[in-house]
Nanobody, 125 residues
Framework: QVQLVESGGGLAQPGGSLRLSCAAS????????MGWFRQAPGKERELVAA???????NYGASVKGRFTIFRDNEKKTIDLQMNNLGPEDTARYYC???????????????????WGQGTQVTVSS
């Protein structure tokens, strides 16, 4: 069965960095679009970043220029490098698999069909 396991969350200071990792199994990783979403308390789950199998990316407006998504099709992992973190980045971060393949990234949450359990990121001094 599909499994997505996140790691790397924790506490960071404002202006600091964290790197999240997601290990995937149970499906043909190399063809599907993969992504990261986040959800803060009282807010809707929102797209952070997504990447196609060929490396095309899409970022949420609030993280563009600060976060970078990486994909390793051999290791079946996706990473999220988060720089210049702010308190507004505090949320639970979820690794997710899209229903879709190809170069067009559908960003609506309904385009993603499997989710990890999430990893908490807290940005505070």
């Amino acid at each position: 069965q599909v499994q997505l396991v996140e790691s790397g969350g924790g506490l960071a200071q404002p202006g600091g960095s964290l790197r999240l990792s997601c290990a995937a199994s149970g499906f043909t990783f190399g063809v599907f679009i993969m992504g990261w979403f986040r959800q803060a308390p009282g807010k809707e789950r929102e797209l952070v970043a997504a990447v196609t199998n060929r490396g095309y990316t899409n970022y949420g407006a609030s993280v563009k220029g600060r976060f970078t998504i990486f994909r390793d099709n051999e290791k079946k992992t996706i990473d999220l490098q988060m720089n210049n973190l702010g308190p507004e980045d505090t949320a639970r971060y979820y690794c997710t698999k899209s229903r879709f393949i190809g170069d067009k990234i559908y960003t609506d949450i309904t385009a993603f069909d499997y989710w990890g359990q999430g990893t908490q990121v807290t940005v505070s001094s």
